[in-house]
Structures are given as C-alpha cells and as structure tokens.
C-alpha cells in the first residue's frame, strides 16, 4: 500500500481521519507522541503526590480513630501485644542479621589502604614547590583560595603557594610540564 495516499474526511461522521489509521504516522513521530505522553502523566503525578499523601494520611487517621475510639481498641489489650509482638520481633531479627554480620566479618578488613604520599609527590602533582608543601603540612591550619583558572592559592605558616587544581581534566596534574 503506497503511504502518500491522499484520504477524504468525512466532517459530519470523522471518518478518514489519521486517529483511526496510525499506521499513517511515521515510527520517529509515534515514539515522540508516547514519549511527550509518559512524560507528561509523570509531571502530572509528581504534582500531584502533595495531595496523595495529605489524603492518605487523612484516610489513616480516620481508619485509626475508628479503630481505637468505636471499635474500642484502647480496652483491648491483645491489639497492643500484636503491636509490641510484631516491633520485637523486626526488632531481634536485625539484630540477628547484626550478630551474623559481626561474627562472620570480626577480624577482617577489606578496605586497602591508599598507600602513604610525601612531599615530592604532592608537589608534582600539585605542581608547586616542595619547600611550600612542606611548610604547608606543619601549618595549625591551611587557606584555601579558588581562583578562576584551574589553580588554588594555599596558604599557612605565613606562607602563600600556588598549586595547579584541575579536577575535571586530571591529565594536567601528570603532564610534565
């Protein structure tokens, strides 16, 4: 069948119209549609969340009410032992999970440490003298200076040094320049 098949509407009862042959509708225009629909029914339930919660909260403390206040729940005790009985019991099995965890990994640690980092490799990295790294690692403490090329300013001891600072581009800081 040849898609650029021209089809007459019939005004007064719709017929020929493109909603009830969507073969007519390219596949790119189709996935546009669905997806412009999804997104539009997830706003629209984001927006209305507020007023989902206030209504089930509404909903609970009717139901609650109702429980404790005409079902007389206050004067029944078995209703608070099936509360308490139901909170000890969550209550022991995470601490059973607690038990098992610590007896299976006492002992062991898995972590690996990230190794010690002297001076000469802080200030290779950081491209700034070792003197000011040294003096830097004995002051009470450091300011640091974000300028708005990819260097900081530190300072401490009465000392100021520059050092490079470039997160985003890392082959900067091992570049031998």
């Not at 909603?19 to 996935?31: G, W």
């Not at 019991?89 to 995470?94: G, N, P």
């Not at 003298?129 to 640091?144: G, I, K, N």
Request: with cysteine.
């Amino acid at each position: 069948m040849d898609k650029n098949i021209r089809v007459r509407v019939d005004m007064l009862t719709g017929e020929g119209l493109i909603i009830e042959r969507p073969a007519l509708l390219s596949k790119l225009r189709r996935c546009s549609e669905w997806t412009c629909n999804l997104l539009a029914w997830a706003s629209w339930l984001m927006l209305l969340r507020p007023v989902l919660i206030l209504l089930l909260w509404y909903l609970g403390m009717r139901v609650a009410y109702h429980q404790m206040v005409f079902l007389e729940g206050f004067d029944n005790p078995e209703f608070f032992a099936y509360g308490a009985l139901s909170v000890v019991t969550i209550l022991a099995v995470a601490f059973a999970w607690n038990r098992y965890n610590y007896l299976r990994f006492r002992g062991v640690d898995r972590r690996k440490p990230s190794g010690t980092c002297g001076a000469q490799e802080l200030a290779k990295y950081y491209k700034m003298p070792v003197a000011s790294v040294e003096s830097l690692q004995t002051a009470p403490y450091v300011e640091v200076s974000f300028g708005r090329d990819e260097s900081v300013e530190l300072s401490g001891n009465g000392r100021k040094a520059k050092a490079l600072y470039a997160p985003q581009s890392l082959g900067k800081h091992f570049s031998e320049q």
